[in-house]
C-alpha cells in the first residue's frame, strides 16, 4: 500500500485545457451580451467551482443572469472540452510512472466529475486515480479546504503524509488551510508572480522538475 498521496488539480497542471475554456468563455460573453472586461476577470477564477464564479463576474444589476451564464458556458464547452483537453508534455510518463511505482494518486478539481472522468479516460488515466473530488461532492470549492479534506477521509491519509500539485493560488491556499504541504507549477493558469503572494512550499518550472521534486519528497531520492 502506498505510503504517501499526491492530489492533483486537473486544468493547467496535467492537462492544456486553458484555450477551451477561454473559448467557452468568450463565446459565453458574446452570446449574452455581457459586459466588457467580463472574460478577463473570469479567466483568473479558472479551478474556482463555476457557481462560484459569477459573484466576481458579473454585475450586480445582472447577478440574477447567473444560472442562464452557468448553462450558456456549459453548453458551448461540452462541445469543445475534449477536442480542445490534451495533456501537457511530459504528465502522461510522469502519471503513468507514479501509478506503476504504487503511488496513491487523487484529483482535485473545480470540474464537474463527469467531465473530469471523460477528460482522464481521453488520456487513458482513468483507472489511475482512485479518487476524485469535484464540486459535486462538496459545498465550497477552492479555495476553500472541504475538497482536500474530502481526498484525504476518502483515501484514508493524514496530512503529513500528502502532496497539493496545482497552477493556482486557488490550489496553493486550499492546500495551506487544510494543512497539506503544495507544489505550485507555473506552465497554468497563474504565473509565478500571481503564485508567489500564495506561498507555496516548492515551485516547479517544468514537469521534469516535478517529477524530481516528487522523486525527493516520495523518498526514492536524495
Known amino acids: 500500500m502506498s505510503e504517501r498521496l499526491v492530489v492533483f488539480d486537473l486544468d493547467g497542471t496535467l492537462i492544456d485545457s486553458e484555450g477551451g475554456i477561454v473559448l467557452a468563455m468568450e463565446r459565453t460573453a458574446l452570446a449574452l451580451a455581457l459586459p466588457g472586461g467580463t472574460v478577463e476577470r473570469w479567466r483568473k477564477l479558472i479551478g474556482m467551482p463555476l457557481r462560484e464564479q459569477m459573484p466576481a463576474i458579473l454585475p450586480a444589476e445582472r447577478l440574477a443572469e447567473a444560472p442562464r451564464v452557468v448553462e450558456c458556458y456549459r453548453e458551448v464547452y461540452r462541445e469543445i472540452m475534449l477536442p480542445m483537453s490534451r495533456p501537457f508534455a511530459g504528465t502522461d510518463a510522469l502519471v503513468r510512472a507514479l501509478h506503476r511505482r504504487g503511488v496513491m494518486l487523487a484529483i482535485c478539481s473545480g470540474k464537474r466529475g463527469r467531465s473530469i472522468r471523460e477528460v482522464l479516460a481521453q488520456a487513458g488515466w482513468l483507472e489511475f486515480f482512485e479518487?476524485?473530488?469535484?464540486?459535486?461532492?462538496?459545498?465550497?470549492?477552492?479555495?476553500?479546504?472541504?475538497?482536500?479534506?474530502?481526498?484525504?477521509?476518502?483515501t484514508g491519509f493524514g496530512v503529513g503524509e500528502a502532496l497539493m500539485v496545482g497552477d493556482t493560488t486557488l490550489d496553493i491556499e486550499m492546500a495551506r488551510a487544510a494543512g497539506v504541504a503544495c507544489c505550485a507549477v507555473t506552465w497554468g493558469t497563474h504565473g509565478r508572480e500571481e503564485l508567489v503572494s500564495a506561498r507555496p512550499d516548492f515551485w516547479v518550472e517544468t514537469v521534469e522538475e516535478l517529477a524530481g521534486r516528487l522523486d525527493r519528497w516520495l523518498g526514492w531520492s536524495a
Not at 469535484?134 to 470549492?141: F, N, T
Request: charged share 30%; proline share 12%.
Open 131 to 154: 479518487t476524485i473530488v469535484s464540486p459535486d461532492e462538496v459545498i465550497r470549492g477552492k479555495p476553500d479546504p472541504e475538497s482536500l479534506k474530502l481526498a484525504l477521509a476518502l
